[in-house]
């Protein structure tokens, strides 16, 4: 069978219905769709309730209104920065961002011209006169003292404002230079360095994630059919018992469904490392059930802590955590259970640059007994939840809250930002792995910073202090 489709990996947006697309045709009213230019990867993903409700307090603390209308459709594009950082897309265009400042623990707010016309700014904004407008919309040009007509009250130096005109249309963003009072009493010099950003039409209009569903039933069904069929090829190709790896995450959880439509019930094997969030365990327990599907299980709780008082915690650069506490467990069970099995992954190649490299099918050496085939190796995020969506699947609420990555609750690869949703949202599961964690700093006589500023996640760090102690 062919691949799907070549436009995969990228975005369109139906004006007609609303909604995004992941074809160059809405499959709902048959109309020709518009490109979404993203920031690459490119691997866009629903907006749930926690995300907008997230956009709208930020957009709300810094310029008086919301970003995302009720009853809009929103994604969230992830793309690179220091911390974290959200492209913001709707109306099918790309209308600001959020991102993270690690150093003062909070949200800032960027927009781009076109989220104007999704909010009322009551705060954060300058007007300049007819002269300075022309200049800047035309050449991106900053905004200079003699242009500048008002000023509103709260910016500071640092603060992303709107520049508009007169007649109050925005003409740029950007960064403001000076405090409010300061520019005041300038007479020349800079006042709001502008940001040039491509255009990305807005065409605002209301939607659900049913209409998405039906505006993608095209591509959905391609992709799903091709899925299938590498499935059924794989379990051909490499005579073995299958399961599902099951993680209690989307990608898992669209694995598994394919694999039941390839091939009928498989068992489940969970990767039980001991620190997965309350709702990931709630998750694996209500798939098993409604599925009516064994779990096979492979502890990795023990091995962790011994690890754990022999290396220290887990870091970006020493991740010891996933071959002890997952790997090495996981290739026990298969040997005790199966001797060798073939395990469908809910692996794909927009995740990471290493993922993109990956075979479609391969042994991981940690893991002997296992071949192991990604069905969803080409599918977007989108895909996966537009899926999840068309198939009512019972896909994890973590997701409902903000959450996007499931796995490890203090897992060093996580952003700082999620480091703070997990110590807010989950006080006493966070309050175990700081006891640990101040135990093994203590004992090394390094810094307190090195627990509060979340230093234990680059090693690097801890044995650069180790040296200077």
Same mark, same amino acid.
């Given at each position: 069978m062919r691949s799907p489709l070549s436009s995969r990996g990228m975005l369109w947006w139906c004006d007609a219905c609303h909604t995004p697309v992941l074809s160059r045709e809405c499959s709902s009213c048959g109309a020709t769709t518009r490109r979404v230019m993203l920031t690459p990867p490119g691997d866009a993903r629903p907006a749930f309730p926690g995300d907008v409700a997230l956009v709208n307090r930020v957009y709300s603390s810094h310029f008086g209104s919301p970003l995302v209308p009720d009853g809009h459709l929103a994604l969230l594009n992830k793309v690179p920065d220091t911390d974290r950082m959200e492209e913001v897309i709707v109306g099918g265009g790309v209308v600001g961002a959020i991102r993270f400042v690690p150093e003062q623990g909070f949200w800032e707010a960027i927009p781009r011209r076109e989220a104007f016309g999704l909010l009322a700014p009551a705060r954060k904004f300058?007007?300049?006169? @007819? +002269?300075?407008?022309? %200049?800047?919309?035309?050449?991106?040009?900053?905004?200079?003292?003699?242009?500048?007509v008002e000023i509103e009250p709260s910016v500071r130096a640092g603060d992303e404002v709107f520049v508009l005109d007169r007649k109050g249309e925005c003409i740029a963003v950007g960064r403001a230079r000076v405090d409010a009072g300061d520019a005041r009493s300038m007479e020349r010099g800079m006042v709001v360095r502008t940001r040039r950003t491509s255009p990305s039409a807005c065409i605002p209009?209301?939607?659900?994630? *049913?209409?998405?569903?039906?505006?993608?039933?095209?591509?959905?069904? !391609?992709?799903? @059919?091709?899925?299938?069929?590498?499935? =059924?090829?794989?379990?051909?190709?490499?005579?073995?018992?299958?399961?599902?790896?099951?993680?209690?995450?989307?990608?898992?959880?669209?694995?598994?469904l394919l694999a039941r439509k390839a091939l009928g019930d498989v068992p489940i094997l969970f990767a039980d490392t001991g620190l997965e969030f309350p709702e990931t365990y709630e998750n694996v327990g209500k798939v098993a059930e409604e599925f009516g599907l064994p779990v096979v299980r492979a502890e +990795?709780? @023990?091995?962790?802590? !011994?690890?754990?008082?022999?290396?220290?915690?887990?870091?970006? *650069?020493?991740?010891?955590?996933?071959?002890?506490?997952?790997?090495?467990?996981?290739?026990?069970?298969?040997?005790?259970?199966?001797? !060798?099995? /073939?395990?469908?992954? +809910?692996?794909?190649?927009?995740?990471?640059?290493r993922r993109m490299a990956s075979s479609r099918v391969w042994r991981n050496p940690h893991i002997p007994a296992q071949v192991s085939a990604a069905p969803i190796h080409h599918w977007t995020a989108l895909h996966v939840w537009l899926y999840l969506f068309r198939e009512k699947a019972p896909y994890n609420r973590?997701? !409902? $809250? +903000?959450?996007?990555?499931?796995?490890?609750?203090?897992?060093?690869?996580?952003?700082?930002?999620?480091?703070?949703?997990?110590?807010?949202?989950?006080?006493?599961?966070? $309050? &175990?792995?700081?006891?640990?964690?101040?135990?093994?700093?203590?004992?090394? &006589? /390094?810094?307190?910073?090195?627990? $509060?500023?979340?230093?234990?996640? %680059? #090693?690097? @760090?801890?044995?650069?202090?180790? =040296?200077? #102690?």
């Open positions: 300058v007007v300049v006169d @007819e +002269g300075a407008a022309a %200049v800047i919309s035309g050449n991106s040009a900053s905004v200079l003292a003699p242009g500048l209009g209301e939607a659900t994630w *049913d209409d998405a569903v039906a505006a993608n039933a095209g591509p959905i069904a !391609e992709h799903e @059919e091709e899925a299938i069929a590498f499935s =059924r090829d794989a379990a051909k190709a490499h005579r073995l018992p299958v399961n599902v790896s099951y993680s209690g995450g989307k990608d898992s959880l669209a694995t598994l +990795g709780s @023990e091995a962790f802590w !011994e690890s754990f008082a022999v290396n220290g915690p887990p870091a970006r *650069d020493f991740r010891w955590c996933c071959r002890v506490a997952k790997l090495q467990p996981v290739d026990r069970v298969i040997r005790d259970t199966w001797g !060798e099995c /073939l395990s469908f992954i +809910g692996q794909r190649k927009y995740e990471s640059a973590l997701y !409902e $809250e +903000g959450i996007d990555r499931i796995g490890c609750f203090m897992c060093p690869s996580s952003d700082l930002a999620v480091i703070r949703h997990v110590i807010s949202r989950y006080p006493g599961l966070w $309050e &175990g792995w700081d006891a640990k964690l101040k135990e093994w700093q203590q004992a090394r &006589g /390094l810094p307190e910073s090195w627990v $509060e500023t979340a230093g234990w996640r %680059v #090693r690097g @760090e801890s044995r650069e202090e180790d =040296r200077h #102690r």
